[in-house]
Structure formats: C-alpha cells, structure tokens
C-alpha cells in the first residue's frame, strides 16, 4: 500500500466549477501536512499548509481528518490558471533529531476548460 | 536572483558514464535535498543535509553520492549510470529540518536525466 494515496485522474473541469481532491495517509504517526501544485515540466511549489481545524486560502480549502487519516482540497470558481497537478503531502519525524522527511502522493491532475 | 538553482537543465548521457548535477540555494536556509521523480510521477526524497551533515539517506544505490562542500551547496554525484536511473532529479532546501508546518520547501527547476 503507498503511503500516500491520491486519484491520479484527470480531473476535466469547467471554468467556475468547483471541484474536490481526495487523499489518504498510511502512516499514523504523519505529523504535518501540505498541499503542493505541480505544473506541467515544473518543479512543486506549496500550494497551502493544512492545519488540524482545517484552514481556507481565498478559493482553496483544506480540511484534515486524523481519525479517518484523510485530507482534502476544494477549489471553488476553477480558473483556466487552475490546471496543474495537485500533490497531496504529508510529513513525517523520525531518527532521535525529530528530522521531517515529506512523503509525496502520486498527484491528481486538473485541468480546467473554457 | 533564483532561490534554488540546478545545473545542468538537461542531460543526455550513455549507460555507464559518470555524471554530475549541482545544486545552490540562496536563501541561508540550513537543509538541503535530493528528490527523484520517475516516469509516473512519484517524487520521492533520496538525501537530506543539514549543515553539510548527511541526516536522511534513503535506500538509494550507492552509485549515488551526494556531496554538500557548504550549507548553500548540495552536489550529487551518480556513476556508472543505469538506464533507470533516468528521471528528473530536484534539489530542494528548507530553512530548518522541515519539523514544522511552517518550514517550508523550495525547490529547483529539476534536471531531466535521460541514459541512453
């Protein structure tokens, strides 16, 4: 089982739709969590931090279940910008320093039509 | 004034060569990182530095040597290349041993590494 779990896709939206990514974690003692946008021949880029009561950033939200070890994102009003891979990320300590090591989910593709 | 950059972009290269890609961070973050993407995507951490101390090392073959001669600078070296071993590596620092929601990671262009 990978360790972070994502639908690769393609999501094939339309401009103003709102559109929702799913992702799962193995791995219970995962302390962190993030959101990362990839596009196409790009490095990632920080899409938005999760936090555990969930958090907004203008049209994105993300929301953080521990229990169900899950973690969404929603974009509202898709814009054609909007298209790229979103990758799920998680975070986990280890070794006696507590040093994070980011565990990346395959990516859910979006793309956005006029 | 990029923050991450790698050299080079692109490598064409035979199996069995010895290659070198490097990697320099302007942003006085302490830790740096090696990634490697694969054909399908999955990007997953091969070495962390923190203050050129080695502190993650994956199960990466030891044909892979990365080299860190300063905390703004993490070199990796890989020789006698495999046909496997092309993808697209990325080099990434973050301020702090990424212990924290708020320790972000930046990362660079990439190398697309191809062995022919």
């Known amino acids: 089982r990978k360790e972070v779990e994502q639908d690769p896709g393609p999501f094939n939206v339309p401009e103003g739709a709102t559109v929702a990514f799913n992702c799962t974690y193995s791995?219970?003692?995962?302390?962190?969590f993030f959101w990362y946008r990839q596009d196409c021949r790009k490095e990632p880029k920080l899409l938005m931090s999760?936090?555990?009561s969930g958090n907004e950033d203008g049209r994105f939200t993300a929301q953080l279940n521990r229990a169900s070890q899950y973690i969404s994102l929603l974009i509202r009003d898709s814009k054609l910008s909007d298209s790229a891979t979103y990758l799920c990320?998680?975070?986990?300590?280890?070794?006696?320093?507590?040093?994070?090591?980011?565990?990346f989910g395959q990516g859910t593709t979006l793309q956005v039509k006029p | 004034d990029t923050a991450v950059s790698q050299t080079p972009k692109y490598l064409v290269t035979q199996m069995g060569n010895d290659k070198s890609i490097k990697c320099e961070q302007n942003?006085?973050?302490?830790?740096m990182y090696w990634y490697k993407q694969d054909s399908k995507k999955f990007l997953k951490i091969m070495f962390s530095?923190?203050?050129?101390?080695?502190?993650i090392n994956e199960t990466v073959p030891n044909r892979f040597s990365p080299k860190s001669p300063d905390k703004a600078h993490l070199n990796l070296h890989i020789n006698s290349l495999e046909l496997g071993d092309s993808a697209v590596y990325f080099c990434?620092?973050?301020?702090?041993?990424?212990?924290?929601?708020?320790?972000?990671?930046?990362f660079g262009p990439g190398t697309r590494l191809t062995v022919l």
């Open positions: 990434a620092s973050s301020q702090d041993e990424q212990r924290t929601l708020s320790d972000t990671q930046y």
């Open positions: 530095y923190n203050n050129k101390e080695l502190i």
């Open positions: 990320v998680v975070n986990i300590l280890h070794g006696s320093s507590n040093t994070g090591k980011l565990i």
């Open positions: 999760v936090y555990s």
């Open positions: 942003l006085g973050h302490d830790t």
């Open positions: 791995n219970s003692a995962s302390q962190s």
